[in-house]
């Protein structure tokens, strides 16, 4: 499975930016699929997941109520849309799939995993 994120930029605090994350390889409707995010000088960490019907969806305290994740099965690809966003957001943000059916926040166990996209955002 190869995973391609796009859609960071620049963008003024209180704006919206919307990632994708398109995989290919095979279909990914039975995993697991979350976005981290890693700012300068700190861990990656669990932004927000959604299991393979999408019926559920996770998100960090840190987002909730600002992000939300979604997936297009058909298309074969991932969303995030991002409202409201904050100077604290800025960090490249990264795709991951995880073949399991539990262990949302954890990357130790996402099996693949996106080359990142940059997100800036200026106060």
């Known amino acids: 499975v190869q995973l391609q994120a796009s859609g960071g930029g620049l963008v003024q605090a209180g704006g919206s930016l919307r990632l994708s994350c398109a995989a290919s390889?095979?279909?990914?409707?039975?995993?697991?699929m979350g976005w981290f995010r890693q700012a300068p000088g700190k861990e990656r960490g669990f932004v927000a997941g959604?299991?393979?019907?999408?019926?559920?969806?996770y998100y960090s305290d840190s987002v909730k109520g600002r992000f939300t994740i979604s997936r297009d099965n058909a298309k074969n690809t991932v969303y995030l849309q991002m409202n409201s966003l904050k100077a604290e957001d800025t960090a490249v943000y990264y795709c991951?799939?995880?073949?399991?059916?539990?262990?949302?926040?954890?990357?130790?166990?996402?099996?693949?995993w996106g080359q990142g996209t940059q997100v800036t955002v200026s106060s």
């Open positions: 390889g095979r279909t990914t409707s039975s995993y697991l």
């Open positions: 959604i299991t393979g019907s999408g019926s559920s969806t």
């Open positions: 991951a799939a995880n073949r399991r059916t539990y262990g949302f926040q954890s990357s130790a166990l996402y099996d693949y």
